[in-house]
T-cell receptor, first 116, second 114 residues
Framework: AQKITQTQPGMFVQEKEAVTLDCTYD???????LFWYKQPSSGEMIFLIY??????QNATEGRYSLNFQKARKSANLVISASQLGDSAMYFC?????????????FGTGTRLTIIP | EAQVTQNPRYLITVTGKKLTVTCSQN?????MSWYRQDPGLGLRQIYY???????DKGDVPEGYKVSRKEKRNFPLILESPSPNQTSLYFC?????????????FGEGSRLTVL
């Protein structure tokens, strides 16, 4: 079974609208972390937001928020008031309680295109 | 400026010609790792290192070697590259502290093996 599933290969959204990018995960470890990274066309990986499995509140960073639903094993990224510069590939990733290896397991990504 | 630096950024080589992709970080991170990114597969871990002289295999280590002689450097070695190693490679680093969030990535090295 896939550990991280991103079911939306591509999305087109009108500028200034809110966007939700889906991510579901699978782990039996009680301690884990969930991440979202942005990859623009230039190729670099840009960290957006982090949610720990024991965090009580949903993480927020500026226009980014993470809708963490633990029982559903869901960690959707919400981008408010989308901008043209948000057009990029977005990856959801998980780090499990595998002591010492800070490995991230990545989903296959969602390509977001913001339409003017 | 805190950063992870990879070189070369772009490389075209031929099958069997040994190459090294260097990675250096200036954040005093204990943990370093290599990933490869392929279309439709996301990023997959190749090797990782928890500290100097401590390295271990990730999910796709075949055809690669690494070394960690100094804390700041973690080179990726392809002894005999093959076309299936054509990929985008990322080096990453972080503190070995489960309470911190971010894994810092280099800018990527795009490798083509003919």
């Amino acid at each position: 079974a896939q550990k991280i599933t991103q079911t939306q290969p591509g999305m087109f959204v009108q500028e200034k609208e809110a966007v939700t990018l889906d991510c579901t995960y699978d782990t039996s470890d009680p301690s884990y972390g969930l991440f979202w990274y942005k990859q623009p066309s230039s190729g670099e990986m840009i960290f957006l937001i982090y949610q720990g499995s024991y965090d009580q509140q949903n993480a927020t960073e500026g226009r980014y928020s993470l809708n963490f639903q633990k029982a559903r094993k869901s960690a959707n990224l919400v981008i408010s008031a989308s901008q043209l510069g948000d057009s990029a590939m977005y990856f959801c990733a998980m780090r499990e309680g595998n002591f010492g290896n800070e490995k991230l397991t990545f989903g296959t990504g969602t390509r977001l295109t913001i339409i003017p | 400026e805190a950063q992870v630096t990879q070189n070369p950024r772009y490389l075209i080589t031929v099958t069997g010609k040994k190459l090294t992709v260097t990675c250096s970080q200036n954040m005093n991170h204990e943990y370093m790792s290599w990933y490869r990114q392929d279309p439709g597969l996301g990023l997959r871990q190749i090797y990782y290192s928890m500290n100097v002289e401590v390295t271990d295999k990730g999910d796709v280590p075949e055809g690669y070697k690494v070394s960690r002689k100094e804390k700041r450097n973690f080179p990726l070695i392809l002894e005999s590259p093959s076309p299936n190693q054509t990929s985008l490679y990322f080096c990453a680093s972080s503190f070995s502290d489960r309470n911190t969030g971010e894994l810092f990535f280099g800018e990527g090295s795009r490798l083509t093996v003919l």
